[in-house]
């Protein structure tokens, strides 16, 4: 798939860097605060890795918590489901080489969530962003950052040609983040995890480029 050769060298080298720390440093010192050198993406506040197969009560303190998936499905997530959340992740990035990252401060390598991009018409270069953080971190800004810095990494590294986006009726802080962001609504869908019809939304890479003065 043309996916896996975009930004394929980059990727594989955050993972040897990856790799090479978990061999030097305890496991779990990594699963709450990974070496600073790891991270695919940054942003002021945040640093962005890649999913492993040990990152199972990491992935429990997010998706566990039925105040973070309220708004995607119509029941708290089974210890079973979020197993399953975490092998998908970690397959999209062998497949796709994306993932919903888990993200970290920087200061103190606290775990803050997950935000990044799943396959959706992958044939098309069009992929789907999300955001999911713990509720700590809620109304500080870093939904907005970690999604700011996908979309950048998305359009300038991977070459998407298209992003979209989808959130609950009620989610009006998702659809903030989105618009913000320069995303526009294109429609409604039925989402599968709720059964409710989702707002969503689109960003090309000409609308990206035009907000962003012709930036390649
Ligand atoms: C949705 C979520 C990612 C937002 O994260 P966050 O870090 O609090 O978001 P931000 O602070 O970056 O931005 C939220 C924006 O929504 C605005 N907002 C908050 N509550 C709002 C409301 N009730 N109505 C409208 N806007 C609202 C904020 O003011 C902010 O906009 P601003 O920067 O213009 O002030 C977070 O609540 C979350 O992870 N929820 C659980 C998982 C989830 O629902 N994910 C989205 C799935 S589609």
Not at 150 to 179: C, M
Request: glycine letters at 8%.
């Amino acid at each position: 798939m043309a996916m896996k050769s975009m930004g394929r060298s980059s990727q594989s080298v955050s993972r040897l860097i990856w790799s090479q720390s978990i061999l030097v440093r305890g496991r779990d010192h990594l699963l709450s605060s990974p070496p600073m050198n790891a991270f695919l993406l940054r942003t002021p506040r945040l640093g962005f890795r890649y999913w492993t197969s040990d990152d199972l009560p990491l992935a429990r303190s997010l998706w566990s918590d039925p105040a973070v998936t309220k708004l995607m499905a119509s029941e708290p997530w089974s210890n079973q489901k979020v197993q399953d959340r975490l092998n998908t992740e970690i397959n999209n990035a062998e497949i796709h080489g994306v993932q919903y990252w888990p993200i970290f401060l920087l200061t103190d390598g606290s775990f803050v969530g997950a935000c990044g991009l799943k396959p959706y018409k992958p044939e098309e270069r069009i992929f789907e962003m999300g955001y999911h953080l713990v509720p700590s971190a809620w109304g500080k800004g870093m939904a907005s950052e970690a999604a700011g810095a996908v979309v950048k990494y998305a359009f300038q590294t991977l070459n998407l040609a298209a992003i979209f986006a989808g959130h609950h009726p009620d989610n009006a802080p998702s659809g903030r983040v989105l618009e913000k962001l320069g995303f526009r609504r294109i429609g409604e869908k039925r989402f599968e995890g709720t059964g409710l019809m989702h707002v969503t939304y689109q960003l090309t890479v000409e609308e990206y480029r035009t907000r962003h003065g012709g930036a390649s």
